[in-house]
């Protein structure tokens, strides 16, 4: 077996295997060990991890630079429709609890993202998680239910929790997760987020890791990345090492989108999500 996105899989439960098949990752499982041979890997045991990640033609292209939060000798240049907008501080985010934070998000004009909404997406799940991750912008579906991660990119999200053992929240069978946007209004038509964009939201994405004050924080995507690290390295080369956001070990990953666009890669995200369950 030969295929680049077949992933040899040690030692997972059948559920994994099937969430696993759900991913679009092929698992392929040795024959049975003859009797006397090394046990196998217990269930948790990550797969072994594809070769170290090289930058690929197919990775998402590095974005332009994303500026960073302004400081005391380069502030922002701020437009000036924006500068008439209300706009919360950071300070008074950085104060808040779940209730207010919510209310100050769904009230939030900060940018011009707020015309054109019909909802704000806070943030799913778990508040005590400890893992957190962190996608890009609510799309179509998002904006309209006021939810992250619903569409279709959303339904590859649970399978790839679902195989980490995982789920939006916390059940018998699954632990959860809290799950947040770096934006929390829809982008026309799904353009890319503007630079200007993320960081007017990126007070309340402090916040909400804050807040739930995660173990692991998984960034899924370039501008999660971005956001949280403040880096425009491409995601093939930050892959595979432990990053910080705020002291929080931060692994970073595909974006479900992209993965469903270039299944190639799942392999390489699962074996993302292994290197966050060693963790
Ligand atoms: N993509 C994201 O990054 N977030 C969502 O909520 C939906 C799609």
Redesign the pocket.
């Known amino acids: 077996m030969s295929a680049d996105d077949d992933t040899w899989v040690h030692g997972l439960d059948a559920r994994q295997r099937a969430m696993l098949a759900e991913m679009g990752v092929k698992v392929w499982a040795p024959k049975a060990a003859p009797v006397g041979a090394d046990a196998p890997a217990p269930a948790q045991a990550p797969a072994r991890a594809p070769a170290p990640p090289t930058p690929s033609a197919t990775e998402p292209a590095a974005p332009p630079a994303r500026p960073r939060p302004p400081t005391a000798s380069s502030p922002a240049p701020v437009p000036a429709e924006a500068a008439a907008r209300p706009h919360t501080s950071r300070a008074d985010v950085a104060a808040m609890d779940w209730p207010a934070l919510r209310e100050a998000v769904a009230q939030c004009r900060a940018c011009g993202l707020c015309q054109s909404r019909r909802n704000t ?1 806070f943030g799913v799940g778990d508040t005590q998680a400890d893992w957190m991750i962190v ?5 179509e ?2 904006d309209r239910q006021g939810e ?4 279709a ?2 339904q590859l999200l649970d399978a790839m929790l679902r195989a980490c053992g995982r789920a939006r929240t916390s059940e018998e069978t699954a632990r959860g997760v809290y799950i947040a ?1 770096v934006l929390k209004c829809r982008p026309p038509a799904n353009r890319n987020p503007a630079p200007e964009e993320v960081q007017q939201c990126e007070p309340f994405l402090a916040r909400q890791v804050a807040l739930v004050q995660p173990r692991l924080i998984i960034a ?2 370039r501008f ?1 990345v971005q956001s949280l690290l403040q880096t425009t390295e491409p995601i093939g080369r930050l892959r595979g090492r432990v990053h910080r956001y705020e002291g929080v070990p931060v692994i970073v990953t595909y ?3 992209y993965l469903l666009r270039t299944p190639a890669d799942k392999a390489k995200a699962w074996a993302d999500l292994c290197l966050a369950m060693d963790q």
């Open positions: 997406v996608g890009e912008a609510p799309g579906n998002e992250p991660f619903v569409g990119a959303g946007n899924m995507g999660a974006h479900p989108a």
